[in-house]
T-cell receptor, first 112, second 113 residues
């Protein structure tokens, strides 16, 4: 059974600081997704990582994938309040058939 | 482009009552998913459709849950009878053939009393 673990589960950080969210998964996969969820809202796709060594950046967020270590990271640079949300990673456990297994999420709070 | 539409957005029912949720995917998306999201957790897949065929319903509790996707477009998820533990958010998502990203709807928040 595929397990996806994120850490930390809760993160409170000051504006302007940098931090990294980690996503570990238990079985072989080369597809990993990052989503953002605001309170009471649905999930918004941030990144799709499709190969070992993939790196994608959008604004202050950068995601990377190491399939050998079964690890993905979401790095936040110079955090701003608007980035406060819950971030989920999800792993495709069915080799491209899009059966996603989600992590428990990281609730990020940016303090002014 | 319109997103995934779900209704109702909120539903409060008493236990043992039936309830149904409706989803309209993004136009042209042949794959449709229903997820369950408990408070403080990530979504869990209930069922996946390719057009009108349910290709993965292994996580759907078939004793009380049922789903259909007539004509391969809209879908309905039903619970009968509802139990207290069914209180959660039910998310619908869709994707196009060979497209990596799943697009999620706003969800239906169910409260069973």
């Amino acid at each position: 059974e595929l397990k996806v673990e994120q850490n930390p589960l809760f993160l409170s950080m000051q504006e302007g600081k940098n931090y990294t969210i980690y996503c570990n998964y238990s079985t072989t996969s080369d597809r990993l997704y990052w989503y953002r969820q605001d309170p009471g809202k649905s999930l918004e796709s941030l990144f799709v990582l499709l190969s070992n060594g993939a790196v994608k950046q959008e604004g202050r967020l950068m995601a990377s994938l190491d399939t050998k270590a079964r690890l993905s990271t979401l790095h936040i640079t110079a955090a701003v309040h608007d980035l406060s949300a819950t971030y989920f990673c999800a792993v495709d456990s069915n080799f491209g058939n899009e059966k996603l297994t989600f992590g428990t999420g990281t609730r990020l709070t940016i303090i002014p | 482009e319109a997103g995934v539409v779900q209704s109702p957005r909120y539903k409060i029912i008493e236990k043992k009552q039936p309830v149904a949720f409706w989803c309209n995917p993004i136009s042209g998306h042949n794959t449709l998913y229903w997820y369950l999201q408990n408070l403080g957790q990530g979504p869990e897949l209930l069922i996946r459709y390719e057009n009108e065929e349910a290709v993965d319903d292994s996580q759907l509790p078939k004793d009380r849950f049922s789903a259909e996707r007539l004509k391969g477009v809209d879908s309905t998820l039903k619970i009968q009878p509802a139990e207290l533990g069914d209180s959660a958010v039910y998310l619908c998502a869709s994707s196009a053939y060979n497209q990596e990203t799943q697009y999620f709807g706003p969800g239906t928040r169910l409260l069973v009393l």
